[in-house]
């Protein structure tokens, strides 16, 4: 479990950028269309994709990310 969570958070761009783009469009669609549960769903997930993109930017790339997060938990 440890080694699957460090490489999602090495390679958060991989799959934090896709979901953003589509989680934004379908929040835009069904947002057009009325709805309002599905849109607020989109929306969180790409709100959560850009805070991860936001932190892996500001630790400074997949190499520095892994020993960000690991020295939040053991201050945790």
Known sequence: MNE??????RYTPFWSIP???????????????????PPLFFALCSCISSFFLFIWIMAGGPDKVV???LDIVRNF
């Open 4 to 9: 699957f969570l460090m490489f999602t958070l």
């Open 19 to 37: 979901i953003i783009i589509i989680g934004g469009r379908f929040a835009y669609y069904y947002w057009l269309r009325g709805y309002t549960l």
């Open 67 to 69: 020993h960000y997060f």
